[in-house]
């Protein structure tokens, strides 16, 4: 059964701490992103990387950054969180070209920054 | 990034009625994808639409791929309890190399029994 793992569904961290978000997809796919999913704003592209140690931004990637040193393994770092970045952490990953393949969704990750 | 206007936020409908909803956009694009998200759970992909004017069913649930490449509908059929949750759209524009799509912003569906 194909899958993306998030490696938390629930973590709860201080103001300031340095927050490291995991995510694995076992389906040797190039690209894998990162969303944030917040009530009313749907879905927004922090950071998405379409091969190993390459990195795009997305939409809002300010507070966050993101390392891909293997091609299965795609992590979001919070340098410093604060509490606007208490939200669902969503992760992705898709083929590398090809229309209409769409994404492989994990479970998420709820943070809460306190 | 691109702006995909989904309609309508929220519903509250009774078990065993229709349910339509869409998604617009201000320029085309080459796929549309339905995905429902599911309480605490991620999205999940429901209905891929490749071609303009395309109308596919998956069960109870049947999406289209608008004429004009800039819209999409998707509609449920004698909805269940168990289709509550939140219902996303996604196109990729034309021209996309890394297979990037852009979501709506969704639609929460609430089924009283």
């Known amino acids: 059964d194909v899958k993306v793992t998030q490696s938390s569904r629930y973590l709860v961290k201080r103001t300031g701490e340095k927050v490291f978000l995991e995510c694995v997809q076992d389906m040797d796919h190039e690209n894998m992103f990162w969303y944030r999913q917040d009530p009313g704003l749907g879905l927004r592209l922090i950071y998405f990387?379409?091969?190993?140690?390459?990195?795009e931004k997305g939409d809002i990637p300010e507070g966050y950054s993101v390392s891909r040193e293997k091609k299965e393994r795609f992590s979001l770092i919070l340098e410093s969180a604060s509490t606007n970045q208490t939200s669902m952490y969503l992760c992705?990953?898709?083929?590398?070209?090809?229309?209409?393949?769409?994404?492989?969704f994990g479970s998420g990750t709820r943070l809460t920054v306190v | 990034g691109q702006q995909l206007n989904q309609s309508p936020q929220s519903m509250f409908i009774q078990e065993g009625e229709d349910v339509s909803m869409n998604c617009t956009s201000s320029?085309?694009?080459?796929?549309w994808l339905w995905y429902k998200q599911d309480p605490g759970e991620g999205p999940v992909l429901l209905i891929a639409?490749?071609?303009?004017?395309e109308l596919t069913s998956n069960g109870r649930l049947t999406a289209q791929f608008g004429i004009t490449r800039k819209d999409s509908f998707l509609n449920i059929s004698a909805s269940i309890p168990s289709d509550v949750g939140i219902y996303f759209c996604?196109?990729?524009?034309?021209?996309?190399?890394?297979?990037?799509?852009?979501f709506g912003s969704g639609t929460k569906l609430n089924v009283k029994p």
């Open positions: 990387s379409y091969d190993v140690k390459m990195k």
């Open positions: 320029s085309i694009f080459n796929t």
């Open positions: 639409l490749y071609k303009a004017g």
């Open positions: 992705a990953s898709s083929p590398h070209t090809g229309s209409g393949y769409g994404y492989t």
């Open positions: 996604a196109g990729q524009p034309p021209g996309y190399n890394f297979n990037k799509f852009y």
